[in-house]
C-alpha cells in the first residue's frame, strides 16, 4: 500500500502547486468565478487520476467528480474512493480545503475499508494517514514529514455543527443547543477537512452533518467523505456514528455517491448523540 500513500503525496504537492496557481488565476478574473472553480475541481481529479492510475495494486478508481467508478487494473487489489477537492467553493475566500481518500478491498462497503488518508491545504500542507494508527505530517521542502499520532482525549471543547439550522430537527437543535449551553465553542468554517482535522488535532469535539427535514439522508458522501474520516476518527481513538447510533464503519452501499446523516467525536460527545437521537427510535 505504501505506493498508494506515495502517489497520494505527490497528488497532494502538485494540487497545493495548483491551488495557488488558480488562485492567482482567479483574482485576475473576478467575475467569472464559478468557471475557475470548477477547473480547479477538475484539475485536482485529473492529478489524482493520474498519479493513482499509474499504481499497480488500483483496481478501481471512483471520484466524487465522475458518476461512476473507473476501472484500472483488473488484476488490481485496491478500490480507492476519493473527493479530490473538498470545500473547493471556499478557496476564493482564501479558507482551507482537502482532499480525501478511502482505500478499500473487494468493495465500497464500509467494513471493506482499509485504510484513509486526507490532505489539508491551508497556510501549511499537512496529510493524516490512518492505517492501524492516525499519523499526521507536514509537507516542507517538497517532502512529508512525521509530526505526531492523533490521540482524541474523552471530551472536547469544539462543536461543529453542519447543515442548515432551518432544516433541523428538533432534537438536533437540542443535542446543539445543549452543548453550547455546556460551554463548547462554535468552531466550523464549512470544509469538513479543516473542520474534522482541528477536533483531530485539538483532541476532542464534535463534528455533525446530520439528516434535515429538506435531505433525510444528510450531504456527505459515504464513500469519498464520510467512510474515509470514520476510519481516521476510530484509529484516533474517537468515534463516527450515524443518526440511528450505528457505527459509520459498518455501513454498506448501493452508489458510490450515496450520502448518510454522520457525527465524528470523542466519546462524551457521541454518548451526548446517542442520548438526544434516542428518543426519535
Ligand atoms: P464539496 O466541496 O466536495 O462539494 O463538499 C463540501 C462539503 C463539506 O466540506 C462541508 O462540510 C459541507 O459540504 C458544507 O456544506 P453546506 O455548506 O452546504 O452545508
Ligand atoms: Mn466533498
Ligand atoms: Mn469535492
Not at 14 to 20: G, L, S
Not at 206 to 228: A, H, I, M, W
Request: with cysteine; net charge negative.
Amino acid at each position: 500500500m505504501q505506493e498508494i500513500f506515495q502517489a497520494i503525496k505527490r497528488s497532494a504537492a502538485k494540487i497545493a502547486e495548483a491551488i495557488h496557481q488558480e488562485e492567482r488565476g482567479y483574482s485576475h478574473k473576478k467575475n467569472s468565478s464559478g468557471e475557475q472553480q470548477l477547473k480547479l475541481d477538475i484539475l485536482s481529479d485529473e492529478i489524482i487520476e493520474n498519479e493513482l492510475g499509474a499504481v499497480s495494486s488500483v483496481k478501481v478508481l471512483a471520484s466524487e467528480e465522475k458518476s461512476e467508478p473507473m476501472l484500472i487494473n483488473g488484476g488490481g487489489r485496491y478500490l480507492i474512493g476519493y473527493d479530490p477537492l473538498d470545500g473547493s467553493s471556499l478557496v476564493d475566500v482564501n479558507l482551507s480545503v482537502g482532499s480525501i481518500f478511502g482505500i478499500y478491498e473487494e468493495s465500497f462497503d464500509a467494513p471493506n475499508l482499509i485504510a484513509a488518508a486526507y490532505v489539508v491545504y491551508g497556510p501549511r500542507v499537512e496529510m493524516v494517514i490512518s492505517t492501524v494508527k492516525a499519523e499526521r505530517f507536514l509537507l516542507s521542502d517538497g517532502e512529508f514529514s512525521f509530526v505526531e499520532e492523533l490521540s482524541l482525549g474523552e471530551k472536547g471543547k469544539i462543536n461543529a455543527p453542519g447543515g442548515t439550522q432551518k432544516e433541523w430537527f428538533a432534537h438536533h437543535k437540542e443535542l446543539i443547543d445543549s452543548l453550547f449551553k455546556e460551554g463548547y465553542r462554535l468552531r466550523y468554517s464549512g470544509g469538513m477537512v479543516p473542520d474534522l482535522h482541528q477536533i483531530l488535532v485539538k483532541k476532542g469535539g464534535l463534528f455533525s452533518y446530520p439528516g434535515t427535514q429538506d435531505r433525510p439522508k444528510g450531504k456527505l458522501r459515504k464513500v469519498f467523505e464520510v467512510f474515509p474520516f470514520a476510519h481516521v476518527f476510530e484509529k484516533a481513538g474517537g468515534y463516527a456514528i450515524d443518526d440511528r447510533g450505528e457505527r459509520i464503519l459498518s455501513q454498506r452501499v448501493n452508489n458510490v455517491h450515496e450520502t448518510t446523516p454522520c457525527f465524528f467525536g470523542s466519546k462524551y460527545e457521541i454518548e451526548t448523540v446517542k442520548r438526544f437521537y434516542e428518543r426519535t427510535k
